[in-house]
Every structure is written in C-alpha cells, then in structure tokens.
T-cell receptor
C-alpha cells in the first residue's frame, strides 16, 4: 500500500536558516505529491504540490521537487522566518489528489526562533 | 476567502456515548471528506462522500461510523458508541472536484473518557 515517511521533529532553527524537511514515499503507479502546513490553532492548508516526476512545486518561498528515482519530495526554504513555525505534512495521492483520500506522513513540527 | 468550518472545536464524551461532529464545507464544493489524527500519529483518511453517498472508506471507518449530509450545507460524522481509542483530532475537508486541492477545517478534538 501507499505510505509516506517524513523526518521526525521537532525541528528547531534560527531565523534566516536554511530549511530541509525530508519526505520519502512508497506508492503504486505515479502519485501526486503534496506538502500541507498546519499553523497553530488552524486546519491543514495546501502549501504546494507536484503531479509528475521532476515537477517543482513552490509557494511562499518553499520548494519541493518530485524525484521519482529516489521516491522523495523534500521541502526546502532558503531563509525561514518565525512565522513559518508550524507542522508540515507530506502527503500523496494516487488518484489525482482529491477524491478517495490522501496518504499523509506523521508531520514535522518546525520551530523557528528569533 | 471561503473556508471549511467545524463545530465544536473540542468535544468531551463518555465511552459508549454517541457523538456527532459537524462540518460546513465550502458552498460550491461537491466532494467531502473526514480524516482523523490520533495524537502523535499520522493523519488518516476515514471516508469520502459525493452525490449523497460514500465514494470510498478506509478500514478505520467501520459500522460504528456514519456520515450524512442532512441539508444543503452541513456534513456530519457520527460515532455511534465511542471508544477510548476514538480520541483524536477529526478534520473535515472539501474540494470542488476529484483532482482539486482539499480545503480542511480547523478540526474537532474529540476526547473520550
């Protein structure tokens, strides 16, 4: 079956540091890949997505590249801010990303210190 | 920006009791979902709903769970006889189409004592 593995948290960084949150997946076929973010007290929000190999999703300074050869979708940001503190979830869908369910990782809690 | 709203934000119930979690999806969305996250574990898919019927459900979604769209705006998850292990954060989501991004609510934290 499908599965998503992401690095354990919490990840604590100083403001302006470089961020990488690792995500690898196991799936049948050619899944779509997503990063969702959950800010304190809020619901999950789609941060970025990629639907095929070598696609790069980007939003709010975050990027992730769909690497089929390494089955990875690592999240990166060049210079983090305190406001980026949140829980980040990597997810996949093998049905186009909507109906019939996403498979999520456990989430990585990111803490950015001023 | 329209959003998915869930009520209540926190529900405490005793084991064996029935509980109904409520969601108001975004008004022009047609696909609805429930997910849950047990503390410290993954967000897990429970069920998807379209055209007034369940389109898919996971193994977690057994006979004690049911979903309903009782009117044009609400989407509910009922747990018939709660167990301690049902304690979790329950997220509702909706989307315009099967391939559209999901929009999630803020979640309902269910505590079963």
């Amino acid at each position: 079956g499908n599965s998503v593995t992401q690095m354990e948290g919490p990840v604590t960084l100083s403001e302006e540091a470089f961020l990488t949150i690792n995500c690898t997946y196991t799936a049948t076929g050619y899944p779509s890949l997503f990063w969702y973010v959950q800010y304190p007290g809020e619901g999950l929000q789609l941060l970025l997505k990629a639907t095929k190999a070598d696609d790069k999703g980007s939003n709010k300074g975050f990027e992730a590249t769909y690497r089929k050869e390494t089955t990875s979708f690592h999240l990166e940001k060049g210079s983090v801010q305190v406001s980026d503190s949140a829980v980040y979830f990597c997810a996949l869908s093998d049905r186009g990303g909507g109906a019939d369910g996403l498979t999520f990782g456990k989430g990585t809690h990111l803490i950015i210190q001023p | 920006e329209p959003e998915v709203t869930q009520t209540p934000s926190h529900q405490v119930t005793q084991m064996g009791q029935e509980v109904i979690l409520r969601c108001v999806p975004i008004s022009n969305h047609l696909y609805f979902y429930w997910y849950r996250q047990i503390l410290g574990q993954k967000v897990e898919f429970l069920v998807s709903f379209y055209n007034n019927e369940i389109s898919e459900k996971s193994e977690i979604f057994d006979d004690q769970f049911s979903v309903e769209r009782p009117d044009g705006s609400n989407f509910t998850l009922k747990i018939r006889s709660t167990k301690l292990e049902d304690s979790a954060m329950y997220f509702c989501a909706s989307s315009e189409a099967p391939n559209s991004p999901l929009h999630f609510g803020n979640g309902t934290r269910l505590t079963v004592t």
